[in-house]
Structures are given as structure tokens and as C-alpha cells.
């Protein structure tokens, strides 16, 4: 509640900001719900701690203030968008008259927020009054109160999404494992299944054997499966690893038949099923998984032991057990110092504290792991986490260890809290992109201002204390340490559905059986499956609208007016005609579809609070340059992946814009015409994806483009005759800070490739198709910060064979695809920190003795 409570007093402070003198008489209306509201924060906590204890009463209270303070939002977006259809309408008038007529039209929208906020008032005095009944006590001066973020200390980058120094009580489950998956043992294709409760750790335990055992397989892979599986969808990553490019949407028959065809040419393949629900997946993917006789295996891991049973008879499951005491002391221990060396001593009474605490988790590695979390934003002294122990004060009857995890839940600040409950938008394991989810919270206003901080940095800083506290599972990071992508447990993922339909904050649909199903509708709604039910949960109060891979036959948009935030992904067939009314959307994200149909007018340009628009991976219908150009009338934009399409006009002022990715460099663009994107972070020009051979692109103005974004971290090119300004671009005023280039297309015959020109702090590099004259390898080797290379395609033109001669000291990551090499060689020393390396086709790898891991073994 107080997250919610906290946003709308915002929302009305700043309606009292910006439209002051818009709300002419009813301003102290305004003014004094703001008031009222706020001084009724101070008994949130009192009431939110006796609801869970059981008291119903302070639900009940809770309830009404909740559904009176929706009610309180839904009249200020209300009044935004009426005053929008007023400024819309009188758009043609004349003169005076129009400005005249604009004013009068305003009174009667005063006088309607008015009537609203007069009963409004009249609730919120009659549930202030209930709390002396209820005996609900307001916070006391001094008493904490959770508003804030914390500033944390960033953990180190790492390519490990298991670091296996935090992992306990796995190592011999590890080697029983390993051992059951012994090629030598028999050539028949086996079926091995680690089961045990949720949070035990069979996640972490198969990611560390993949880890281990992924050097004996030409081919491997793991994937999770979870309860809403695709067959199709799962077969088509499988195919994905054997090929540079798989079709999408084939039937399950097309896929089975390439993997039967596929597969026995490799030698032996390792496939790991992570969180299998049900015996129907091993029936229906078994036949895509011939038994080529060369000790090929499957590891599945699963709550259900008929799971096993049912895949493979022969070999009984193998069985995770709780931790014992000394682990669990030794795992809350290690996350509690998360920041500091392991191995801390402690004293006698910390050690008993320790003990006590850890023993609240019965074992279950998850827990631990949680609390742990809990216990790292806290001082590392007794005093503290003997504070976290005394609000421990449940007894063993009938309780769990999700009360392990809600403690979490509550202990988080309003911010945090809301921006955990957004998490269960996403479907189970989903893998989720964190700066797309960072743009999400941004565009619903989640998130503080804070000084000399971007509203981005702001939530990247709210994902850290989220991975901090375990509340999300980290699988990859950016080369500069940034969270890249995340997944949430799912047993999280259900407390956080839990609390969010508690609060109607947000519901999952079609909903978990034995959830209340009335007609309750639901400020924020996410379809993960066909659900006949959903458009009766969704009204023109709904903020927030997540569609994945279901349907395309969306109700009209005229129904969701108050809309925040629009995803979808995976849809073919979307129609944008009317999407324009929708004046407070700002993220409208149209993700790996097909079909899409633009409007065929300026009207995007209504959307004037929009600040996110992401295309990428959707192709759309009959693209004109005139159907994007109302986009650049906005100006709130902050961030535009489309491409490649038309980009911002000649001497247009973007300077909100920090991403601009792919667009084209219109002709129109001159060198002293350029459009204005002085805080652009990141940028990806392409002359059409398409045609880049065919078209060149002005790569002069394209310099001069460069010299005025200080702020560039990232720069993408697509064209043709890439010039050496590009290759180097040292026009950049900051030179220094640019950590990502990618570049596609062949180079101009007179660059040749020189270390010593590359951005000193260049952290990752990817080059395709640049037909380059000589072996790159050996001045590629002497960028001393690289952690990331790609190479893809025709990067090199000459002989059939590149070498590594000697440096690449940092290098983490090494991408390889390149159709015209027969053979890739590492000399003895180089690569030494290589964590990953993943080749597509036929190269041969020569590798040192320190990258044999990196070498299948027959």
C-alpha cells in the first residue's frame, strides 16, 4: 500500500505543478487530498502489519483506501486526457477565438474533477475516522520508514551466471552427477532427473553440471521449461544451435525432422531440461531426440518423480536433500557477505546468532540465500541482524519458509516493492532484459528523481538491491558489470503474483486455480495463454496491458484510455490505427512479430508523453517515411529501437534521447544540419539492413554526427565502404568512453585494421562481413580492455586460416561463425581469462592446453 499511496500524492503534486493554472478553483481541492493522503501514510505500517497477522479489519481498511486512492488517479488521468481532446479539438479554430474557446471548455472539466474530489474527500474522512476503531497507530517520529533507495556497492562483472564460491552443500551432487553422465558407461542415450522441492537448488545444481560436463559434447545446450511450454518453441532454440538461422513459426513436424537430421552428425549431444512439470514433454520431445549410440545425454530437473520415472525407467532419480545445519550457516554467511572475503571470523555470540537464524530456513537453499539478502543491507554487527532475528517471531506450527521470503518482501522499501511486484508480468523463467524492464518502471513513474541521476541509473540502482537480496536470479552481465539479464525463482514469482492480486495491483491471466475469479478489474494485465475471461478484468482503468504470443485480435484501444504501458510479443497481424488516443502511453513495445501496420497519417505524434518505442524484430506492413514522422514531434522521447527507418529531421532539438537504434542517415541530414542529441548514449545508424551493399551512406556527415555526442557508450554501423573515421572514431570529444562498437559491412579498401587506433577502453567489439585484407587476430589481440568479441561471416578474406599469435588478456567472450575458415588457432598463453566461447559451423579449433575445456572431447 504505501507504494501505491506514495505514487498517487506524487501524481497530484505534480498535477498542482504543471497544470496550476488549468485547475483554476478546484486547485485547494487538489491541494488538500494531496494533504489528507499524505498524513494518512503515517498508518500504513501499523495497519499492514496487524493484516498479516490476520486482522481483518485492518484489510478491510486497507481495501478502501487502496480502491479510494485508484480512484484518485483515475481522475487525474481523466482530467489529462479530456484537457488533451480539448487542446486536439480546437486544433483548425481561429486566433483569439480558439484560445477563447479552450478556456471555456475547461470549466466544466474543473467542475467535474471537482464533484469527484468532494466525494473523494468525503471517503478518505470517513476511513480516517475508522482508524481509532480499528485501533490502527500512526508511525512514530524516529520509527524507519522505508521510502528510500539504497546506494550498494556494485558486485564485480562475471560471465558465470553460477559462481560456484557461493554455492554450498552441491559439490558431491555435482561429481554423482557428472558421473552419472559418463559417456564411457554406456553409448545408449540415457535420461537422468534431478528432483526435489522448489528453492532446493536443482537449478543451481544443473547450470553447475552443464558448466562441468558441456566440454564432453560437440553439441549442448539447457534450457528452461517451466509449466506454460511451447513444444514448437523449444525445439526451435535446440535447432538454433546447429544452424545460423532457423525459420520461425514451422510446425512441431518441421522441427523434429531438422533435429533428427541434425543431430546424430554431431558428436554427441548434451541436453539439459530445467523445471519440467509434467511426463507430456518427454512423450512429445523424445522423438526429436534420436539415440545415436555415441553417449549422447539428457539431464531433466523436476519436482515430480514420475517425471523420471516416466523418461527414463532404467535410471532412478536422483534425490536433492535439505541442507544440514553447517551448510546453512556456511551459504546465509557467504550471502550475508556478499562484499567482503569469505571466511570472516565472527564471534561466539554471532556465530549462535547465526546459527539461530539460519536454522528459521529448515535447509531450503533459497530461503538462505534470501534472508542472507536481507542481512547485506544490514550492518555487519550483532546488533542488527539480532534486530532481524526478534521481527523472526513465527512459530514452527503451520508455518514455512515463505515467511522467509515475504520478510524480504516487507522489508523492502515502497519503491522496491512495486517494482518486485511488476516482475511477475513476465512469464515463469522467463528471461528478461533488464533494460527493457528498467525502461517499463521508468515509463509507469515508479522511481524517484534523483539529483545528477538519470531516471535509468535510478533503476538500475533499484535492480542491483533486488539481485543483492536474491529477490531476482542473475544470468548475464554487461562487459562494464550492468545487469543484462534476469529471471525470478518461481516460487518468488508466485509471492509476487500473490501480493500484486492482493493489491489489484497487477493479475497473470488465465489465473492460478482456486484464485478468486469475479470480475474485479485490475490495474495492470498480462496474457500468457489463451484466457476467453481476460477482456472482462480489463477496463479503461487499466495502466498497464502485457501480451505474449496469444491471439492478435486486441479489443479496440479506445478501451485501455489510461494506458501506460503496451507490450507485445511474439503477435502477428497488429494494427496501430487508433492507438494515437492513447495520450499517456509512454513504452510502446511491438517485440518479434510480424504484420505490423503503422498508421497511415502523422498520428503517432499524438502520443506526446511517449518516451519508449521499441520495434526490434517485428517487420512491418507497407512502411512509408511519413507514418514515423509524426514520432519525431515528440519530445519526451527517450528511447527509439526501430530500424532501419527514417531518423529524426535536420535541426530537430532530442536531447531527452539516450538510445537511437537502427535508423537510417537521411539524405536531408546536412553537416551543419543535424539533428540535436547531445545525451545520446546509444546509437545504430544502418543505410537499410537489406541493401547495405548496395547503398552508401554519407559517411562525413556521419563524423560530424559523432562530434557532438560526448555521452556515446555504444555505436552499431550497417553500410557499405565503412571509412576509417568510423572503424576509428576518434571524433567522439570523449573518445574515452565508448565500450561497445559493432560493426556490419565491408570496409573501405584503404582502412587497414590498427589496435592502436581502437577506443582505449573498447570493452566489447564485433565485426561482420568487413572483408578485411589481412588476419585481424594478431592486432585484435592487442586491445588490452576487450571482454567481448564477435566475428562473423567474411571478417576476413584471405586465406583459409587465422591465428592468434599472442594477447587478448582480459578477453571473457569469444563468438565465432565464419563460413570461409577451416581452421582457427589460439597460440599457448593467449586468452587466458576466456570464460565462453561459442562457435557456429564447420572452423576446427586449435586450441592452447589452458582453453581444452573449450575442445569437445570424443
Not at 533428427?260 to 548434451?270: I, Q, V
Not at 491471439?551 to 510479443?569: A, G, K, N, Q, T
Not at 499517456?584 to 508523453?609: C, I, T
Not at 547503398?695 to 562530434?707: F, P, Q
Request: aromatic fraction near 8%; proline fraction near 4%; hydrophobic fraction near 35%.
Amino acid at each position: 500500500m504505501e507504494s501505491i499511496v506514495s505514487f498517487v500524492v506524487g501524481k497530484l503534486a505534480d498535477l498542482i505543478a504543471t497544470e496550476a493554472k488549468l485547475l483554476g478553483g478546484v486547485r485547494d481541492q487538489v491541494k488538500q487530498v494531496e494533504t489528507d493522503l499524505t498524513y494518512i501514510k503515517r498508518y500504513l505500517r501499523d495497519a499492514d502489519s496487524k493484516r498479516r497477522k490476520g486482522d481483518e479489519s485492518a484489510e478491510n481498511w486497507l481495501n478502501q483506501l487502496r480502491d479510494v486512492t485508484y480512484r484518485i488517479e483515475d481522475a487525474i488521468d481523466t482530467f489529462y486526457l479530456q484537457l488533451d481532446e480539448g487542446r486536439h479539438q480546437k486544433e483548425g479554430s481561429f486566433g483569439k477565438l480558439k484560445m477563447l474557446g479552450h478556456k471555456l471548455k475547461n470549466v466544466p472539466l474543473q467542475q467535474k474533477l471537482g464533484t469527484e474530489l468532494g466525494d473523494i474527500q468525503k471517503e478518505l474522512g470517513e476511513i480516517f475516522k475508522s482508524k481509532d476503531k480499528y485501533e490502527i497507530k500512526p508511525l512514530q517520529d524516529g520509527d524507519e520508514f522505508k521510502g528510500e533507495l539504497r546506494v550498494l556497492p556494485k558486485r564485480r562483472a562475471a560471465y558465470q551466471d553460477v559462481d560456484e564460491t557461493e554455492v554450498v552443500g552441491l559439490a558431491a551432487d555435482k561429481n554423482n552427477i557428472l558421473k552419472l553422465l559418463r559417456r564411457e558407461e554406456t553409448a545408449r542415450r540415457t535420461v537422468t532427473t534431478i528432483v526435489g522441492p522448489g528453492g532446493i537448488g536443482k537449478t543451481t545444481l544443473a547450470r553447475m553440471v552443464y558448466n562441468s560436463a558441456k566440454v564432453y559434447f560437440e553439441y549442448h545446450i539447457m534450457l528452461s521449461v517451466s509449466q506454460q511450454f511451447s513444444i514448437a518453441d523449444l525445439l526451435r532454440k535446440m535447432l538454433s544451435k546447429t544452424t545460423f538461422s532457423v525459420p520461425k513459426n514451422q510446425d512441431v513436424g518441421y522441427y523434429v525432422d531438422e533435429l533428427k537430421k541434425t543431430l546424430p552428425n554431431w558428436s554427441g549431444y548434451l541436453i539439459i531440461l530445467d523445471d519440467v512439470w509434467g511426463v507430456e514433454l518427454w512423450d512429445e520431445l523424445q522423438h526429436a531426440l534420436p539415440d545415436c549410440k555415441d553417449g549422447s545425454r539428457v539431464l531433466i530437473t523436476s519436482r515430480f518423480t514420475d517425471v523420471a520415472k516416466s523418461a527414463d525407467p532404467r535410471i532412478p532419480p536422483y534425490k536433492l536433500d535439505f541442507l544440514n545445519a553447517k551448510e546453512s550457516r556456511e551459504l546465509l554467511l557467504k550471502k550475508a557477505f556478499l562484499y567482503q572475503e569469505s571466511g570472516q571470523e565472527c564471534s561466539n555470540d554471532f556465530f549462535e546468532l547465526a546459527n539461530a537464524l539460519s536454522e528459521k530456513c529448515k535447509g531450503l537453499p533459497l530461503a538462505l540465500i534470501v534472508l542472507g539478502g536481507i542481512l547485506s543491507t544490514r550492518g555487519q554487527n550483532y546488533h542488527d541482524w539480532k534486530k532481524v532475528l526478534d521481527t523472526m517471531d513465527w512459530h514452527d506450527e503451520g508455518k514455512d519458509c515463505m515467511d522467509v521470503l515475504a520478510m524480504s518482501y516487507e522489508d523492502m522499501s515502497f519503491y522496491l516493492k512495486t517494482c518486485f511486484l511488476y516482475l511477475a508480468s513476465f512469464p515463469e523463467d522467463y528471461e528478461i532484459s533488464a533494460r527493457r524492464l528498467i525502461r517499463m518502471w521508468v515509463a509507469e513513474g515508479f522511481l524517484p528523481q534523483k539529483m545528477k541521476k538519470t531516471m535509468e541509473e535510478t533503476a538500475e540502482v533499484c535492480l542491483e538491491e533486488l539481485s543483492q537480496r536474491s529477490m531476482i536470479q542473475v544470468s548475464n552481465r554487461y562487459p562494464n558489470g550492468s545487469l543484462k539479464y534476469c529471471r525470478v525463482h518461481d516460487i518468488l514469482r508466485d509471492l509476487a503474483m500473490h501480493e500484486a492480486r492482493k493489491e489489484k495491483f497487477l493479475t497473470v491471466f488465465p489465473k492460478p486455480i482456486g484464485v478468486d475469479k469475479s470480475g474485479s478489474t485490475t490495474r495492470r494485465a498480462s496474457l500468457l495463454s489463451e484466457c476467453s475471461k481476460f477482456i472482462e478484468h480489463v477496463d479503461s482503468s487499466t495502466r498497464s496491458l502485457f501480451w505474449f504470443g496469444q491471439r492478435s485480435d486486441l479489443p479496440m484501444y479506445s478501451v485501455f484510455r489510461l494506458l501506460r504501458v503496451l507490450e507485445i510479443v511474439g503477435v502477428d497481424k497488429i494494427e496501430l490505427s487508433g492507438i494515437d488516443r492513447l495520450i499517456h502511453l509512454r513504452y510502446l513495445g511491438f517485440r518479434n512479430g510480424s504484420g505490423l501496420e503503422l498508421p497511415n497519417d502523422r498520428s503517432l505524434g499524438r502520443l506526446k508523453n511517449l518516451e519508449t518505442l521499441d520495434l526490434r524484430g517485428t517487420t512491418i506492413v507497407r512502411h512509408d517515411p511519413v507514418q514515423l514522422m509524426g514520432l519525431w514531434t515528440i519530445g519526451t522521447l527517450r528511447h527509439v529501437m526501430s530500424g532501419p527507418y527514417s531518423g529524426p529531421p535536420p535541426n530537430s532539438d532530442f536531447s531527452n534521447l539516450q538510445t537511437l537504434q537502427w535508423v537510417s542517415v537521411l539524405k536531408t541530414w546536412q553537416k551543419n544540419e543535424l539533428p540535436r542529441l547531445n545525451n545520446l548514449i546509444k546509437l545504430g545508424l544502418d543505410n537499410g539492413y537489406s541493401n547495405y551493399e548496395k547503398e552508401e551512406i554519407n559517411w562525413d556527415v556521419v563524423v560530424h554526427l559523432l562530434r557532438t555526442l560526448p555521452s556515446l557508450l555504444f555505436l552499431g554501423i550497417r553500410g557499405h565502404g565503412i571509412s576509417k573515421e568510423i572503424v576509428y572514431p576518434k571524433v567522439i570529444p570523449d573518445y574515452q568512453n565508448l565500450q561497445t562498437l559493432h560493426l556490419k559491412g565491408r570496409w573501405s579498401v584503404n582502412v587497414a585494421l590498427e589496435a592502436s587506433s581502437f577506443p582505449p577502453h573498447l570493452l566489447k567489439l564485433t565485426l561482420i562481413d568487413s572483408s578485411l585484407a589481412e588476419d585481424p587476430m594478431p592486432e585484435l589481440g592487442k586491445l588490452k580492455s576487450l571482454k567481448k568479441l564477435r566475428l562473423e561471416k567474411t571478417v576476413y578474406k584471405g586465406r583459409e586460416e587465422m591465428s592468434c599469435p599472442a594477447g587478448f588478456p582480459l578477453l571473457q567472450s569469444l563468438r565465432l561463425y565464419l563460413p570461409d575458415i577451416k581452421s582457427f588457432t589460439v597460440m599457448e598463453g593467449v586468452m587466458p581469462n576466456l570464460k565462453h566461447l561459442t562457435r557456429m559451423g564447420d572452423t576446427k579449433l586449435n586450441l592452447p592446453s589452458q582453453l581444452k575445456q573449450f575442445t569437445p572431447l570424443n
